[in-house]
């Protein structure tokens, strides 16, 4: 929604919420005209209070002469008025020192827990979303309905699955199913060897059948890696006064985080956009509460975009300082999972 204001609305719009952000207070007049550098009467002040107010980006509390933005004057804010800083050198270090490309999971937890610390709220990352590609699988039999899979990747990566089976099937089964998979399909994922199987397998006799589909869903699950993010300082919101004040509001945060699936909705919006994203209250169309903000940004492994990064947070936050924190994590995290 594009809405002229003009300049002087704008920058007492700019002026409130910065004040506000910084305060937690409602917005008087007084402190407009103080701090705007805009030399304008009281009552000229008030009139453009009035007029912002009726646009929708500004409420006034019902118990003060003040004024607070709206999850829409949030809204005009960071994608018309934010001037974002420069991120301190020292944050900037910690965040350099702790991203290195030694270990992968290590880096996912660590980008998260400095999201976290960095803005004292928490911090999400979305785990790489990567198809597993197998070079060669193996299937032992354990006991009458459990088989190991045993899946090497190109890289030379040794994975097992344990499989739960309906049959029994005899060892010679199990080399036969194997063979028939490292011929015709050595160096795909799976996710691709099943689209592909669904339609062939009907040659295949049945009892072949449901070996190969418990051995692709399992190899499947091997690509999503168990947790699909990673999140740290969900506690940090508790000292948010502006969510804590009304344990309602601090519920429903919470209970996105225990809706893990609305959580994933937002960090897989986020995928789809280029750079920064600001998602404020319920516009990433998942049901978040008004004064909950997201800041994510994807980044990438080798060039393909993979996962997200994110603060959670509430909307009255310092967005010209998150913003940076959130893209430079993504930029450092990219670069720490891309082989060189």
Do not use: C, W
């Not at 304008?40 to 646009?55: C, H, K, W, Y």
């Amino acid at each position: 929604m594009n809405f002229m204001l003009d300049k002087r609305a704008q920058i007492l719009l700019k002026t409130l919420i910065e004040r506000y952000i910084a305060e937690g207070q409602p917005i008087g007049s007084r402190t407009l005209s103080k701090y705007s550098g805009l030399d304008l009467s009281p009552a000229t002040i008030r009139n453009v209070m009035a007029d912002l107010e009726e646009l929708g980006f500004i409420a006034s509390p019902h118990t003060s002469a003040g004024r607070v933005p709206t999850p829409l004057g949030y809204r005009f804010f960071v994608d018309t008025l934010l001037i974002v800083k420069p991120l301190e050198s020292n944050a900037l270090h910690r965040i350099e020192d702790e991203l290195h490309p030694d270990n992968p999971q290590r880096v996912i937890q660590a980008a998260s827990q400095l999201l976290s610390q960095l803005t004292q709220f928490a911090g999400v990352v979305m785990t790489p979303r990567r198809a597993v590609t197998f070079k060669h699988i193996e299937f032992l039999k354990l006991s009458e309905k459990r088989i190991l899979m045993i899946v090497v990747t190109p890289d030379g990566d040794v994975q097992n699955r344990i499989l739960f089976t309906e049959l029994d099937y005899r060892p010679s089964e199990l080399i036969e199913a194997a063979n028939y998979i490292n011929q015709h399909y050595a160096g795909q994922s799976f996710e691709s060897v099943r689209t592909q199987l669904h339609g062939e397998l009907r040659e295949v006799r049945e009892d072949m059948t449901r070996l190969m589909n418990a051995a692709l869903e399992a190899g499947s699950a091997l690509a999503e890696g168990g947790e699909q993010y990673v999140i740290s300082g969900e506690r940090n919101l508790f000292a948010v006064r502006d969510l804590s004040q009304d344990m309602g509001r601090l519920k429903q945060v919470l209970e996105l985080f225990e809706r893990k699936t609305s959580l994933i909705k937002i960090l897989d919006l986020a995928l789809r956009g280029q750079g920064v994203q600001i998602f404020i209250g319920g516009e990433s169309g998942v049901a978040a509460p008004d004064d909950v903000s997201i800041v994510t940004s994807p980044y990438k492994v080798d060039g393909e975009v993979v996962g997200t990064v994110g603060v959670i947070g509430p909307t009255r936050m310092a967005y010209e300082r998150v913003v940076p924190i959130v893209d430079i994590t993504a930029k450092l995290l990219t670069s720490a999972l891309s082989q060189h």
